[in-house]
Structure formats: structure tokens, C-alpha cells
């Protein structure tokens, strides 16, 4: 099973409505990141909090991370048509030789 | 901007051939990936490698072998194609974290390669 595992797998809002969604994990952590992919393209790294962060922001985004609970989230306040794409995210396990692993990603349709 | 760049964005192959998949990055990154992208399996890591001619196993090796000869290149190879590798892969590169293998580090993408293999 994987490491980190998105919830919702799909999520679908109306523009100008914020989306939310969280990643769980099983195992410490030294961080853990977010990554966007649009259709058919390579992941972009959208933001990295550490293990010793709570909350992060960076433009419309924001990720809180609590380690109590191995979760994390990510809110897109405002979201446009162009956010629509998958957003996946990725831990840094601290028992797993520090590789980034993957969970299988939120796909989020932003309707205009 | 770090540029990723992959060699093919579509490959057709037959079953038993020997595939070659070609990344190359621009921003003299010391760490290379090779990814594996699967409906419902997210991202699974083949190989990487943090030096020049070093590489480590990921989480799904068999099959696979990759080789790094210059710092920019980083080539995955499958000896045999088999149908069950038919895939998206994604080669990724970033600079090193703490301990040598990226993980503190943002991780950069190509564009992806889709191979069929029929």
C-alpha cells in the first residue's frame, strides 16, 4: 500500500469556490510535498512543508501539516479553471532510505 | 527555469525489444529519477541515481536497468518489453538534500514518455 493517500480521489467545484483536500501517511516523516499535474504533463512542485512546520502558505494555496495525526492539506482558496489537474501528494519517510513517495492523487475539476 | 527534458512523448514498441528512454536536465542537478505512472498506483520510483555512474534500486527495479554515464543524462532502460510495461514514465531531477538523496529537496519533471508495448 502507499505511503500517502489523497482523499478525495476526485473533487469537482464551481469557480471562485475553494477546494480542499488531505493526504494521510503512515510512517514519520522529514517532509512532505505537494505537486499539481495537468493532463498528459509532468508533476510541478507546488509547495514543501518540514516535519517541524504547521502551516504553510504560498499565494492561493495553503498546507497545513500535523504530524499527531499523519495528515496533511491543501486548500486552493479561489480556484480558476486553470487549477483543474491532479494534485498529488509526496512524503520523505524517514525509514525508507529518504525517497519520495507518492500517493495516487485528488483529481480537481474547477467548472467555469 | 530547471528544463527536464524527455526524449519521446509517445513510443510504440513490440513485445521482446530492448527500449531505451532518454532524460536529460539543464540544471547540473545531482539527483536523476525514473517514475512509473499508473492509473489508481500514482507515481512508483524504478531507479535513481545521485552521481554520475552511482544508482540505486526504487520500489520496482525488475525489468528495468538504468545508466548514467554524464551528469545531464540519466537513461532507463528495459531489457525485454514486456505488455505489462506499458506506462507513462516520468523522469525527475533535483539538487541533493541533507543526506545525499534529495528528499528535502523539490523534485523537477519532464513531460512523461507514454510507451505501449504491444
Known amino acids: 500500500s502507499q505511503q500517502g493517500e489523497e482523499d478525495p480521489q476526485a473533487l469537482s467545484i464551481q469557480e471562485g469556490e475553494n477546494a480542499t483536500m488531505n493526504c494521510s501517511y503512515k510512517t514519520s516523516i522529514n517532509n512532505l510535498q505537494w505537486y499539481r499535474q495537468n493532463s498528459g504533463r509532468g508533476l510541478v512542485h507546488l509547495i514543501l512543508?518540514?516535519?517541524?512546520?504547521r502551516e504553510k502558505h504560498s499565494g492561493r494555496l495553503r498546507v497545513t501539516l500535523d504530524t499527531s495525526k499523519k495528515s496533511s492539506s491543501l486548500l486552493i482558496t479561489a480556484s480558476r479553471a486553470a487549477d483543474t489537474a491532479s494534485y498529488f501528494c509526496a512524503t520523505a519517510p524517514k525509514a525508507a532510505g529518504n525517497k519520495l513517495t507518492f500517493g495516487g492523487g485528488t483529481r480537481v475539476l474547477v467548472k467555469p | 527555469d530547471v528544463k527536464v527534458t524527455q526524449s519521446s512523448r509517445y513510443l510504440v514498441k513490440r513485445t521482446g525489444e530492448k527500449v531505451f528512454l532518454e532524460c536529460v536536465q539543464d540544471?547540473?542537478?545531482?539527483?536523476m529519477f525514473w517514475y512509473r505512472q499508473d492509473p489508481g498506483l500514482g507515481l512508483r520510483l524504478i531507479y535513481f541515481?545521485?552521481?554520475?555512474?552511482?544508482?540505486e534500486k526504487g520500489d520496482i527495479p525488475e525489468g528495468y536497468s538504468v545508466s548514467r554515464e554524464k551528469k545531464e543524462r540519466f537513461s532507463l532502460i528495459l531489457e525485454s518489453a514486456s505488455t505489462n510495461q506499458t506506462s507513462m514514465y516520468l523522469c525527475?531531477?533535483?539538487?541533493?538534500?541533507?543526506?545525499?538523496?534529495?528528499?528535502?529537496?523539490?523534485?523537477?519533471f519532464g513531460n512523461g514518455t507514454r510507451l505501449t508495448v504491444t
Open positions: 525527475a531531477s533535483s539538487l541533493p538534500g541533507q543526506s545525499g538523496a534529495g528528499y528535502n529537496s523539490p523534485l523537477h
Open positions: 540544471m547540473d542537478h545531482e539527483n
Open positions: 512543508i518540514r516535519s517541524n512546520e
Open positions: 541515481s545521485y552521481d554520475v555512474k552511482m544508482k
